[in-house]
T-cell receptor
Framework: GAGVSQSPSNKVTEKGKDVELRCDPI?????LYWYRQSLGQGLEFLIY????????KSGLPSDRFSAERTGGSVSTLTIQRTQQEDSAVYLC?????????FGPGTRLTVT | DAKTTQPPSMDCAEGRAANLPCNHS???????VYWYRQIHSQGPQYIIH???NNETNEMASLIITEDRKSSTLILPHATLRDTAVYYC??????????????FGGGTRLMVKP
């Protein structure tokens, strides 16, 4: 079956521009997570959606970062006024129970 | 969540068993041991998890010591495609409620022909 998909796979943007990253989770999965991974580093949690509950935004590094999940399915992570330290791979995962299924990630490069 | 300690790297010959250790000496009674792996340029992939009994699935076996302070992930017949970074994590519960993952350094397994 279809897994988690993310788009774009690569994004190069200039410092100060806004970017939107998209995640299509596995159909029926109620939980959706955004993480980021800097080069050679571990996973950093950003935000978590569970059904219709208010999202857990405790991992967002600044107010330039926001995310939405429309209709309990597709999610968009928005980074405003991008900075060079935002360069990383942004990973989305969805889950129904204990296993998190990850997408291939979006590699963001801020120049 | 309890902290885990893993060796930074290991080598394994193709076709042989790969045994990846993990120490979690501060694990609590309600914390599960999870293993994920990340192949280069891909998202992390779930492998297996357990509480106190040994577990086996189509990918691997998980051996947890009786005192639960350490565990070993076993890939019975490693292939070149198993070359990846393997992460051992302990988590409070098996359900997905707010259960974000936090990966440390992991073990970089290199399977060699």
């Amino acid at each position: 079956g279809a897994g988690v998909s993310q788009s774009p796979s690569n994004k190069v943007t200039e410092k100060g521009k806004d970017v939107e990253l998209r995640c299509d989770p596995i159909s029926g999965h109620t939980a959706l997570y955004w993480y980021r991974q800097s080069l050679g580093q571990g996973l950093e949690f950003l935000i978590y959606f569970q059904g219709n509950s208010a999202p857990d935004k405790s991992g967002l590094p600044s107010d330039r970062f926001s995310a939405e999940r429309t209709g309990g399915s597709v999610s968009t992570l928005t980074i405003q006024r991008t900075q060079q330290e935002d360069s990383a791979v942004y990973l989305c995962a969805s889950s129904e129970y204990y296993e998190q299924y990850f997408g291939p990630g979006t590699r963001l490069t801020v120049t | 969540d309890a902290k885990t300690t893993q060796p930074p790297s290991m080598d394994c010959a193709e076709g042989r068993a790969a045994n990846l250790p993990c120490n979690h000496s501060t694990i609590s009674g309600n914390e599960y041991v999870y293993w994920y792996r990340q192949i280069h340029s891909q998202g992390p992939q779930y492998i297996i998890h357990g509480l106190k009994n040994n577990e086996t699935n189509e990918m691997a076996s998980l051996i947890i010591t009786e005192d639960r302070k350490s565990s070993t992930l076993i890939l019975p017949h490693a292939t070149l495609r198993d070359t990846a970074v393997y992460y051992c994590i302990v988590r409070v519960s098996a359900n997905n409620a707010g259960n974000m993952l936090t990966f440390g350094g992991g073990t970089r397994l290199m399977v060699k022909p």
